[in-house]
Nanobody
Framework: QVQLVESGGGLVQAGGSLRLSCAAS??????RGWFRQAPGKEREFVAA????????YYGDFVKGRFTISRDNDKNTVDLEMTSLQTEDTAVYYCAARKDYSARKDVWSYWGQGTQVTVSS
C-alpha cells in the first residue's frame, strides 16, 4: 500500500501560477500522475511521469502550461501550473500506477485531492 498526500492547492487569479506537490509514503518506481475533476464532470488525466523523469505525458488541454516533475529522494511529484484559467478550477488528485495510462480507472493508488480555484 502506498499513501499519497497532495498539497499546494488554493485560490489564484486567472493568469496566475500554482505548484502542487504529492508526497508518497514509500519509495516506488511506478508511474506517478495527476488527474483533476471539476464539479459535474468526469475525472480527467492531467499529466504523468515515469521513474526516471524522462517520460512525461500530458492531457491535450495542458498545451504547455503545466510541467510535471519528480524527486525520487523525497518521494514527491510536483505539478507546476502556469497561465491558469477559470476552466482549470477542479480538485486535483495524485495517483500511482505501475505503467502509464491516461485512463483514470486503472490507476492503483490515489490521494485525497487538493482544491484549485481560479478566479476571473
Amino acid at each position: 500500500q502506498v499513501q499519497l498526500v497532495e498539497s499546494g492547492g488554493g485560490l489564484v487569479q486567472a493568469g496566475g501560477s500554482l505548484r502542487l506537490s504529492c508526497a508518497a509514503s514509500a519509495r516506488s518506481s511506478w508511474f506517478r500522475g495527476w488527474f483533476r475533476q471539476a464539479p459535474g464532470k468526469e475525472r480527467e488525466f492531467v499529466a504523468a511521469i515515469d521513474w526516471t523523469g524522462n517520460s512525461k505525458y500530458y492531457g491535450d488541454f495542458v498545451k504547455g502550461r503545466f510541467t510535471i516533475s519528480r524527486d525520487n529522494d523525497k518521494n514527491t511529484v510536483d505539478l507546476e501550473m502556469t497561465s491558469l484559467q477559470t476552466e482549470d478550477t477542479a480538485v486535483y488528485y495524485c495517483a500511482a500506477r505501475k505503467d502509464y495510462s491516461a485512463r483514470k480507472d486503472v490507476w492503483s493508488y490515489w490521494g485525497q485531492g487538493t482544491q484549485v480555484t481560479v478566479s476571473s
